[in-house]
């Protein structure tokens, strides 16, 4: 675009006025490059929007995985310039057209979510406009926004209007604040660590073992509890351990449920899990990052009874409200034990303590600057509504179980009943060895691609995953993935010549 050469003075070099005038202006002439004007950025959304248009209409037709690795070659920075439809190409046959495809509606691996696209004009907006979030003093509009989000969650969950809340980059740092919560709440530290008892499942999300390290709890007593045949926590062991744990001179002080589960969507009984963690003092902490929201479809409403008893709940919308990656919730009642770890104030910031009429995202996380994450949940809600939403879960409840008949009918093993819309699958084989013949089963569906799907162990048992929860899974899609599924299983017989 410019061709202006900088030569670089020595600091030291004092320069007479107008060689430093000029030396701005030459300066100024290069740094303007990074201001595109009107007709430079009419040009550039149009290739993007060209892209997303081309991406979003052709979607459908890209597989949900295919195998490779990107050129790194390609990837590399070097100095000099590159016009942005030569790099739009580099990203879509490096990035876009490489591993799994979260936004396609195929995505039935892990935890899905799709990408809701108004969320994306949010990012784009809040983007250019780039208020700053995380205190209410510079952004009091943005940071309302977050907050109103919040308040949001609040009523759906049944918490207090008082409690306090953040949006987190995604579910694993929301864990992370609750869990500082309760450490600061019930002062875990010092001799205090290694008496202190937390109950937890063995199906809890690895992000909590992983917060526990990070705060310091990593010594702290775990207790793994039992679990019934639906793969939640017997809550008859739960109260007998706590009791066991006390008369040993221990001192419980946490347990976590989860609703919705990785591995099989289970939601835990929160109301008695509740009472339990009431009786004796507890923190109760409740995982819903994946399941809060079908709290929302009156099929399933009566299964989150006790979730407002919670001290913290996490969800995370960039899975179950479908949103795209990079947005998590936490909610806590006690604000004085969010507070302790990450209030905080210093002399730079005196002018922002002077407003504060409405909660500072910064106090209720590690984060100070932040991205103005509310503006992703606010506007798809505002224009589209909740009932979109709510017809998407019940539509994804009745895919699941239309999936898990179909399977059956192919000869498959199906888990128990899922509470939401995470399940699991193997194939019965009697000649070969089951895990190996599952194992087998899913590398031919690994390379088809067709649909992804993930798997994992259930008691050692090796089992294929299904979880939809992308907004663009529609019955044509299990229909895709059955067809496929039984062209992979003649397939794998073919293979062990079974
Ligand atoms: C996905 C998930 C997490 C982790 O959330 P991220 O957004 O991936 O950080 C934690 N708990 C549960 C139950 C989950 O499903």
Do not use: C
């Given at each position: 675009m410019l061709s202006i050469k900088y030569n670089p003075l020595p600091l030291t070099f004092?320069?007479?006025?107008?060689?430093?005038?000029?030396?701005?202006?030459?300066?100024?002439?290069?740094?303007q490059e990074l201001d595109p004007t009107f007709e430079e950025r009419e040009k550039l959304n149009e290739q993007v929007r060209e892209f997303a248009n081309h991406f979003m209409e052709n979607l459908e037709s890209y597989p949900a995985y295919v195998?490779?690795?990107?050129?790194?070659?390609?990837?590399?920075?070097?100095?000099?310039?590159?016009?942005?439809?030569?790099?739009?190409?580099?990203?879509?046959?490096?990035?876009?057209?490489?591993?799994?495809?979260?936004?396609?509606g195929k995505h039935l691996g892990y935890v899905p979510g799709?990408?809701?696209?108004?969320?994306?004009?949010?990012?784009?907006?809040?983007?250019?406009?780039?208020?700053?979030?995380?205190?209410?003093?510079?952004?009091?509009?943005?940071?309302?926004?977050?907050?109103?989000?919040?308040?949001?969650?609040?009523?759906?969950?049944?918490?207090?209007?008082d409690a306090v809340g953040n949006l987190t980059s995604g579910g694993s740092i929301a864990n992370l604040i609750a869990l500082t919560a309760a450490r600061d709440k019930h002062k875990i530290k010092n001799e205090k660590i290694t008496k202190s008892v937390l109950y937890l499942s063995p199906q809890t999300h690895h992000c909590i073992?992983?917060?526990?390290?990070?705060?310091?709890?990593?010594?702290?007593?775990?207790?793994?509890?039992?679990?019934?045949?639906?793969?939640?926590?017997?809550?008859?062991?739960?109260?007998?351990?706590?009791?066991?744990?006390?008369?040993n001179g221990l001192k419980p002080f946490m347990v976590i449920a989860t609703a919705g589960t990785t591995d099989t969507g289970a939601i835990d009984s929160l109301d008695e899990i509740g009472e339990i963690a009431k009786n004796h003092n507890l923190w109760y902490h409740i995982d819903a990052a994946y399941g809060g929201f079908f709290i929302l479809s009156e099929s399933k409403k009566n299964l989150f009874k006790g979730i407002e008893m919670a001290d913290s709940l996490v969800v995370d919308p960039h899975k179950g409200l479908f949103?795209?990656?990079g947005i998590g919730a936490v909610l806590i009642k006690d604000k004085e034990a969010v507070f302790h770890s990450h209030h905080y104030t210093a002399d730079y910031m005196q002018d922002a303590n002077s407003v504060n009429s409405q909660l500072n995202p910064s106090d209720v996380s590690p984060e100070l600057t932040k991205h103005f994450r509310g503006l992703r949940l606010w506007l798809p809600l505002q224009i589209h509504g909740i009932e979109p939403f709510i017809a998407s879960f019940d539509e994804k409840l009745l895919l699941t179980t239309y999936f898990r008949n179909q399977l059956v009918e192919l000869g498959f093993k199906v888990g128990p009943k899922p509470d939401l819309t995470i399940s699991y699958f193997w194939y019965p084989s009697n000649e070969i060895e089951e895990n190996e013949f599952n194992e087998k089963l899913v590398e031919f569906i690994h390379t088809n691609g067709d649909v992804f799907l993930s798997t994992t162990k259930i008691e050692g048992k090796f089992v294929i995953r299904m979880a939809i929860l992308s907004i663009r899974t529609k019955k044509a899609t299990i229909d895709t993935a059955i067809k496929m599924i039984n062209k992979c299983l003649i397939e794998t017989k073919k293979y062990f010549k079974y």
């Open positions: 004092i320069l007479p006025m107008n060689s430093l005038i000029n030396q701005i202006e030459a300066l100024q002439k290069i740094s195998k490779g690795e990107p050129s790194t070659e390609k990837l590399t920075i070097k100095s000099g310039k590159k016009n942005l439809k030569e790099l739009l190409a580099v990203f879509n046959s490096e990035v876009v057209l490489k591993g799994i495809k979260p936004a396609s799709g990408g809701i696209y108004t969320a994306a004009l949010a990012d784009f907006l809040a983007s250019v406009t780039n208020e700053y979030a995380g205190m209410y003093y510079a952004s009091p509009g943005a940071v309302a926004i977050e907050n109103e989000t919040l308040n949001w969650m609040k009523s759906i969950f049944g918490f207090p209007k073992h992983k917060a526990l390290r990070i705060i310091g709890l990593e010594d702290v007593k775990v207790q793994l509890l039992e679990l019934d045949t639906l793969h939640k926590i017997d809550t008859l062991k739960l109260s007998e351990k706590i009791k066991e744990d006390i008369s949103l795209p990656y």
